[in-house]
C-alpha cells in the first residue's frame, strides 16, 4: 500500500537511520523530527533537524514511511518538495537534503538561498 502524497519525502536509509536514532537516544513518543529553516549562514538560511514536541498551532504533521516529521509553515514554503537522504561513506555519514527550490548553497554546503 502507497503512503499518501507528503510535502517531504524520506528515503529507505534517512527513515531507517532516524527510527534507529530514535530508539538509541529513547525519544519518547511525544516527540516527532522537526525539520526546519532558520536565517542565518553565508548563504541566507539553514536547515535545522531535532527531535521536539509538535506545536499544533503552527506545525504541519505528516508521517512517511513510519516517521513522523513536524515542520512549521514558514519553514515548509521552503522545504516543500524535498527529500531527506542518509549518506554513510569515507567521506562521512550525515542526513542530505535534497531541495529543488535551493538556488545556490554555500562552498561548506551548510546554507542555502532561494
Known amino acids: 500500500m502507497e503512503e499518501p502524497q507528503t ?3 524520506l528515503t529507505d536509509k534517512a527513515a531507517a537511520r532516524i ?12 516527540k516527532a523530527l522537526r525539520l526546519a529553516v532558520h536565517g542565518g549562514g553565508c548563504a541566507g538560511f539553514t536547515y535545522d533537524l531535532l527531535f521536539d514536541e509538535p506545536k499544533p498551532d503552527i506545525d ?11 515542520v512549521d509553515s514558514m519553514s515548509l514554503m521552503y ?3 524535498s527529500e531527506l537522504d542518509f549518506t554513510d561513506g569515507l567521506g562521512g555519514s550525515g542526513f542530505k537534503l535534497n531541495n529543488p527550490n535551493v538556488k545556490s548553497t554555500c562552498g561548506c ?6
Open 60 to 70: 504541519q504533521r505528516f508521517t512517511v514511511k513510519g516517521v513522523e516529521i513536524v
Open 109 to 114: 554546503g551548510s546554507s542555502f538561498s532561494t
Open 7 to 9: 510535502p517531504i519525502a
Open 19 to 30: 527510527l534507529e536514532i530514535r530508539a538509541e537516544e529513547n525519544v519518547g513518543p511525544e
Open 79 to 81: 522545504l516543500a518538495g
